[in-house]
């Protein structure tokens, strides 16, 4: 017979294994963006969760802490689907190429996130790549698999 540990031991093992492997599940970032990355010529627009009512400063930087650009939030108060009350930072004059870029809103960083011209190319082989994963009734084949 298998022993299952207790509630208490299963969150022990679980908060070790998680700091062990360097992620949280008890924090997301209040600054939201896409975190695949923007064209450099696109639009960004970052969503910040925050009960300020006034307007915060924001800053990218590159991975070695560089500021690439710098600006203020947009007060846009309670969004219509979560109820956050939410500004917006738009950070579209950034159009250099690179990665690791990360957005700080009053000290809240993003995670990682690219600006390139090619961000979006692997979503076709990935999204291939997953519905053949997921077919049913036939086999997948070793080279596809």
């Given amino acids: 017979?298998?022993?299952?540990?207790?509630?208490?031991?299963?969150?022990?093992?679980?908060?070790?294994?998680?700091?062990?492997?360097?992620?949280?599940?008890?924090?997301?970032?209040d600054v939201r963006l896409n975190q695949l990355g923007y064209l450099p010529n696109a639009s960004k627009i970052a969503i910040v969760a925050t009960s300020e009512n006034t307007p915060l400063d924001w800053q990218v930087v590159d991975a070695a802490g560089g500021v690439l650009a710098k600006g203020s939030t947009v007060v846009k108060g309670p969004d219509a689907e979560s109820g956050d009350e939410v500004q917006w930072a738009d950070f579209s004059?950034?159009?250099?190429?690179?990665?690791?870029?990360?957005?700080?809103?009053?000290?809240?960083?993003?995670?990682?996130?690219?600006?390139?011209?090619?961000?979006?190319?692997?979503?076709?082989?990935a999204a291939f790549n997953y519905f053949y994963q997921n077919r049913s009734g036939t086999p997948i084949e070793i080279p596809w698999a």
């Fill in 1 to 29: 017979m298998i022993e299952i540990p207790r509630a208490s031991t299963r969150w022990a093992i679980l908060a070790s294994c998680t700091s062990a492997l360097g992620c949280s599940f008890l924090h997301t970032s």
């Fill in 93 to 125: 004059s950034l159009t250099r190429p690179g990665k690791d870029y990360r957005l700080i809103v009053d000290g809240e960083e993003s995670f990682h996130f690219a600006v390139d011209a090619r961000v979006y190319q692997p979503l076709k082989t």
